[in-house]
């Protein structure tokens, strides 16, 4: 799994020293692999911070610990909201080779709204 959240940061030093403490809480948990600060090169105030979990499973279980609830959750409350935070890995490629991973979402990931576990209280068209 890949968290992406995106920033618009106004006080550069401050803000990389929150994500320093972030990126050391979240890259000590098991089952995250790496995380990446980067500051865009287009407009000099936006942000994206990237983690990459071997599992959901591992990604909400890094976010159990305390330090991380202290540090973490709040930095991540600060993203820009506008487009989704967690993706699903499809391919990946290292050293010239692509490897394809099988998705985890159930196959009606897409079509189930809030509220519609069960199924839809009346049926969609």
């Not at 409350?77 to 699903?88: C, I, R, W």
């Not at 099988?102 to 189930?112: H, K, M, W």
Request: aromatic share 6%; glycine share 6%.
């Amino acid at each position: 799994m890949l968290l992406v959240s995106r920033f618009r940061v106004s006080d550069p030093a401050s803000f990389t020293a929150r994500v320093r403490r972030a990126l050391e809480l979240l890259t000590a948990q098991p089952g995250c692999r790496a995380g990446t600060l980067a500051r865009s090169t287009d407009e000099d105030d936006r942000w994206v911070l990237t983690v990459e979990f071997e599992s959901v499973v591992a990604y909400r279980r890094a976010m159990s610990p305390f330090p991380v609830r202290e540090h973490v959750i709040p930095l991540l409350s600060e993203a820009l909201t506008d487009e989704p935070a967690m993706y699903e890995p499809t391919l990946t490629g290292t050293g010239g080779e692509v490897e394809e991973h099988t998705s985890v979402l159930a196959q009606d990931a897409f079509t189930v709204r809030l509220g519609e576990a069960s199924g839809p209280a009346t049926p969609r068209s």
